[in-house]
């Protein structure tokens, strides 16, 4: 069996009186992030990590912030576009790991809901999907609550 591993990396500025969504749900704060779509960090690094292992390229060259279809558009739209790619390839998502940086809201309360919300849109057991929380101890711009940044890797497995 051949194995891909891909990583993702997003991130967004935030801004107030803008709905925050992270993971797949709706979080509750005062800043959202300025984006063309619904603009979930979590999901469009997931989906860079996915679109990396298999050496395709970026959440943008697929559903660039400049066609109009993609404005306000669900994240997990895309992210089931881009498992289905997966697929088409002859894969399956083994796993994902996503952690995300941002100062506040203290997102432990939604981490399983994430997850939960992740692994059905990947049609994966939640157990394969890991999603943590950190903040920058108030240094950098994570930390200033000007934005949010997320790392994500996954491993592919070949299904063909």
């Known amino acids: 069996m051949h194995f891909r591993i891909g990583h993702g990396f997003d991130v967004h500025q935030l801004e107030a009186g ?3 969504f992270l993971g797949g749900i709706k979080i509750e704060h ?3 992030c300025v984006a063309h779509s619904d603009g979930d960090v979590v999901i469009h690094a997931i ?9 395709l ?7 660039p912030d400049s066609d109009e279809r993609y404005r ?3 994240s997990k739209i895309l992210l089931a576009r881009v498992v289905e ?4 390839k002859g894969y399956e998502v083994s796993n994902v790991d996503a952690t995300i940086s941002m100062q506040r809201p203290k997102l432990r309360p939604y981490i399983d809901l994430m997850r939960e919300k992740l692994s059905e849109v990947m049609k994966i057991p939640v157990e394969r999907v890991s999603v943590k929380a950190t ?3 108030h240094m950098g711009f994570e930390g200033e609550e000007k934005g949010v940044s997320v790392t994500a890797v996954c491993i592919l497995g070949q299904t063909k």
Do not use: Q, R, S, Y
Not at 47 to 55: K, R
Not at 57 to 63: C, L, P, S
Not at 85 to 88: G, L
């Open 18 to 20: 803008l709905p925050l």
């Open 47 to 55: 989906c860079d990590a996915l679109l990396g292992a298999l050496a």
């Open 85 to 88: 790619m997966v697929v088409e």
């Open 135 to 137: 903040t920058t101890e």
């Open 30 to 32: 005062d800043k959202g």
């Open 57 to 63: 390229g970026d959440i943008g060259k697929f559903f």
């Open 72 to 74: 306000g558009i669900d």
